[in-house]
């Protein structure tokens, strides 16, 4: 009897193909109902994966614990190092979170209320520089009246109440996106602290697992691409957090000197834009000085101007660079035209990251020319 020869590889081959080929047409297929289910597959790993980037964030400051506990002359605390790092981190973000919610935030709402108190003022101020304007000649073509009575009547009270019901029905929702959300912030935390405690076992397996399926060259080149990301991202995230801390403090006496309102919300909103180069620090600066315009004349919000832009050019050429200690050495024009990029497609989030992304690509393309 003659033996049948099977080519088992040929057709394990052929076997993957045609499957790879059927759940293909099937995804096309049913793409709605794939996007769906993969929705919620991302909304229930959220938790966790908030929960790696939050560690892998306060994995620097935790180290530094770390080593500031053993340089403590006491064997028990310095073996006990690594937990006891986790605890003092978690402490200590817990206490700024107290101070924040005890004395920060109500400064800050105190802030927006007396500025909502104001906006009469502030709307009887429009209507005086808007005739003067118009009186000179320079505003008579536009139909600011119309446009001034079409947003006072969308925003009357006969219309606020009109959507009163409205408002009510969607507390239900709201009351559930609210314990979600304080749900997967729990979770994310927890996971947070977990990965902290064994984050060196999973960069291990991780490393492990990568030189079971790479080749040599391959992984080499992935770990220093890996660590240079990582080098770049962090020292961005760290000195631009760090730089916004000062530009908030340095700016909120600068407009409390000047007897600026709301100098507290204002100084946080200059020091959370600076963290977007060019184009941040220039939003943050019209807001306020619009604000002090017309809330203390067109002196003070012209010194106040004057005084942001020394503050930005001593951040720009001396605090900054001393923070950064030179990591990022792009191009300005490449940083304008990432951070628009950025910004076209991922909003605010994508001009914030668009520039640590483009030093990557310079490095990268740099190691990829000189090779």
Not at 87 to 98: A, C, D, E, G, P
Not at 138 to 155: A, D
Not at 294 to 309: D, E, H, P, R, V
């Amino acid at each position: 009897m003659k033996k049948l020869n099977v080519n088992w590889n040929q057709w394990g081959s052929r076997f993957i193909f045609w499957m790879s080929i059927i759940i293909a047409t099937l995804i096309i297929l049913n793409y709605q109902i794939v996007l769906n289910h993969l929705g919620r597959f991302l909304h229930i790993l959220a938790p966790f994966v908030i929960g790696f980037i939050f560690a892998y964030l306060l994995s620097g400051l935790q180290n530094r614990f770390k080593m500031l506990l053993e340089k403590i002359p006491l064997p028990a605390i310095q073996s006990a190092s690594h937990p006891l790092s986790i605890v003092v981190l978690y402490l200590s973000i817990l206490f700024l979170l107290f101070i924040m919610l005890s004395y920060l935030i109500p400064l800050i709402i105190k802030n927006i209320n007396d500025l909502i108190a104001a906006m009469p003022q502030i709307q009887e101020s429009v209507i005086r520089y808007i005739q003067e304007l118009e009186e000179r000649g320079i505003l008579r073509q536009i139909p600011f009246e119309r446009f001034l009575s079409e947003l006072t009547k969308k925003f009357s009270t006969e219309n606020l109440s009109a959507n009163w019901l409205q408002v009510v029905s969607s507390l239900g929702g709201l009351t559930i996106n609210l314990s979600s959300f304080v749900l997967n912030s729990f979770l994310s935390i927890v996971v947070s602290i977990y990965v902290l405690i064994y984050k060196d076992s999973i960069v291990n397996f991780v490393s492990l697992v990568s030189q079971k399926l790479m080749s040599k060259t391959v992984f080499e080149n992935s770990k220093r691409w890996i660590h240079t990301t990582h080098v770049v991202f962090y020292k961005f995230i760290s000195s631009q957090f760090l730089d916004a801390c000062v530009i908030w403090i340095l700016s909120t006496i600068i407009l409390s000197l000047f007897q600026v309102k709301y100098a507290i919300t204002l100084g946080l909103l200059l020091g959370i834009c600076n963290m977007i180069p060019y184009f941040g620090a220039i939003f943050a600066s019209l807001v306020t000085g619009v604000v002090t315009l017309f809330t203390g004349g067109l002196s003070k919000a012209i010194t106040i101007l004057l005084a942001l832009l020394i503050l930005q050019q001593i951040d720009g050429n001396v605090i900054g660079p001393r923070i950064m200690g030179g990591a990022l050495n792009i191009n300005p024009i490449i940083i304008i035209v990432s951070i628009t990029i950025g910004g076209a497609y991922f909003g605010i989030v994508g001009m914030f990251l668009a520039v640590p992304i483009a030093a990557i690509i310079k490095i990268m393309v740099s190691e990829w020319l000189a090779a």
